[in-house]
């Protein structure tokens, strides 16, 4: 048995309570995902290490083991309305994928809490930029070969990002998107799901070989989440993009601060 696998904590954490708590994060997991097209991640990974101790590795491979049937759903809901990016979406993911590898390697040679910070300023430009810049419903993504090579960077960046921190795909990708490739934000959110898919299956692929997934807790919250990424969906399209910026921007700022907490306790342990 090797420590901090599911085979070692998987006894801990079943039961009633453990099951009615997978289905309720994949519950609010699913609504977030399809309203602001991230993967979930964001709240998944606390709500396993705070409400079942859940290792912070088991609970990041089950997180993204959790995110591929979610982002399916979303990404189906998203594309009725004719709002993804197919092949941008692809030229994303490549590069993630990339990213992700790159990301890993560089892992022990830069400073995590250097990295947070820098991931905090970031977010804070873009809930800045949110209240500036309101994305039109109207606008469509047309792929030439300059702003393709630029998702191609922004792929592989967002990877790296996920590779060394842990956080990345819809948190990274819709903002910019609208942002800087002035797509709409429903386009932005379809997309975002899709170029999750096949990053979050090479994740898993990779978490499964050193057993950092919980595959029925994976199971239960991607189900539970099902249910409820097409309700996000649809709301996402009744709300005003103006509000939905407003809401984007208020999720952006708790994953800020959950970066800047992690950052303040790191160098305290340190100190």
Known sequence: MVPGTS????????????YATFILIGLIAGLL???????????????????LSFDQRLAAGTSLAAIVPTASVGVISYAASGSVAWVPAL????????????????????????????????????IVSLFLVIPSRAAVFELGWLNGAGLAVVGVLTGV???????GGGVIV??????????SDLEAKGTSLLMMIP??????IGNLRHRNVDLLAAGLIGVAACTTT???????TLIDPFLGNMLFAA???VIAVQMAVKALRSRGRRG
Do not use: C, H, K
Not at 161 to 167: D, E, K, P, R, Y
Not at 199 to 204: H, R
């Open 251 to 253: 999720y952006l700022l």
């Open 199 to 204: 990053t979050a299956i090479s994740g898993t």
């Open 91 to 126: 030229i994303l993911a490549a590069g993630a994928v990339i990213g992700a590898q790159i990301g890993t390697r560089l892992l022990p040679r830069i400073s995590q809490n250097a990295l947070r910070w820098g991931f905090v300023g970031f977010l804070l430009l873009v």
């Open 7 to 18: 085979d070692e904590i998987a006894p801990r954490i079943r039961g009633p309570r453990a």
């Open 174 to 183: 819709v903002p910019v998107l609208m942002l800087v490739f002035g797509t």
């Open 161 to 167: 990002i996920a590779g060394l921190i842990g956080v």
């Open 230 to 236: 097409a309700l996000g969906a649809w709301l996402a």
């Open 33 to 51: 995902s399809g309203l602001f097209g991230v993967g979930g991640g964001t709240v998944i990974v606390p709500l396993l290490v705070l409400l």
